[in-house]
């Protein structure tokens, strides 16, 4: 949120927890479009049957290259990393590490 919205309006909404009217979340870029009470749901549907009337592969491509270049929240640039990370915690080499800690001694890596 704090990547794609203005600093203080995504903290001031994180932190304070309040709700957010559907005019604000527009004027800050949380939402396309505010239509009138009661007509979401055709608001909605009119949006979709647009989308289903595309060509798929043209909307993948246009999705996936404006994913791309969109600016990533540090979130986002270390989540992939959170798996390598993870794989380092149930390597050989962590344990042993964790060892040598214990007994107060230099660790041996094997690369594993």
Do not use: H, W
């Not at 505010?34 to 989308?51: C, N, S, Y």
């Amino acid at each position: 949120l704090v990547a794609r919205v203005p600093y203080k309006a995504a903290m001031e909404f994180l932190m304070l927890g309040a709700p957010m009217g559907a005019r604000r979340a527009y004027e800050l870029g949380m939402v396309n479009r505010v239509v009138p009470k009661g007509t979401q749901r055709e608001a909605a549907l009119e949006i979709a049957q647009q989308l289903a009337d595309l060509a798929p592969m043209v909307l993948r491509t246009i999705k996936r290259a404006a994913l791309q270049t969109l600016p990533k929240s540090p979130a986002e640039t270390a989540y992939p990393q959170m798996g390598e990370l993870i794989g380092l915690t149930q390597s050989e080499d962590c344990q042993e590490g964790v060892r040598a800690f214990k007994e107060r001694r230099k660790p041996v890596f094997q690369d594993r």
